[in-house]
Structures are given as C-alpha cells and as structure tokens.
Nanobody, 115 residues
Framework: QVQLVESGGGLVQAGGSLRLSCAAS????????MGWYRQAPGKQRDLVAI???????NYADSVKGRYTISRDNAKNTVHLQMNSLKPEDTAVYYC?????????WGQGTQVTVSS
C-alpha cells in the first residue's frame, strides 16, 4: 500500500498564490508518475499536472503558465506551485501516484479562490 498525504490548500483571493505538497509513504518501489488532479462541485475529476520520475511534465491547458509542478524523487514528494489563481481554479485537489500497475490517491485538499 501507498499512502499520499496532501497539504497546502486554503482560501486565497483571485490573483494570489498557493503551494500544494504531497508526500508518499508505504510500499514504494518506483513511483513512475506523480501528479495533481482537481474536482469542482458537480464536475468530473480532471488532470491538472503530472511529472514523471525523469522530470517530464504535462499540464492542463487551463493552468499552463500559472502552475508549476516539481518533484523530489529521494523524498517521494511532489509540489504544485499555483500562481495567478482564478475563481475557476476552485476545487478539491487530489494527489496521484502511479506505482507499477496501480494508481493511488490522496484524500484531497480544498482550494478556494475568491473573486
């Protein structure tokens, strides 16, 4: 089993910044990809950003240029720096890790952006 613990969510005004962090622990051999997804009320869970063990990144078009994902392989942590936040970024953000054929999810952290 792999446990993912997120931190860093909260309430921020539009134009502000937040930094999310996720730490993985447990039966970890190699985490191929770590990333963040988000789910707004009444909507599906969507990809925000992912990063491979080699540092290759992929972002949703809606966050390109505003969000930056980074990863510390030695510590099995992933971070999401979110700048120029907009009200439409409001959602529960979930950390994700791929370990072999398995996908693991964190419990989610709320990000609320006020206008």
């Amino acid at each position: 089993q792999v446990q993912l613990v997120e931190s860093g969510g909260g309430l921020v005004q539009a134009g502000g910044s937040l930094r999310l962090s996720c730490a993985a622990s447990g039966s970890i051999s190699i985490i191929a990809t770590m990333g963040w997804y988000r789910q707004a009320p009444g909507k599906q869970r969507d990809l925000v950003a992912i990063i491979t063990s080699g540092g290759i990144t992929n972002y949703a078009d809606s966050v390109k240029g505003r969000y930056t994902i980074s990863r510390d392989n030695a510590k099995n942590t992933v971070h999401l720096q979110m700048n120029s936040l907009k009200p439409e970024d409001t959602a529960v953000y979930y950390c994700n890790a791929a370990v072999g054929p398995f996908q693991y999810w964190g419990q989610g952290t709320q990000v609320t952006v006020s206008s």
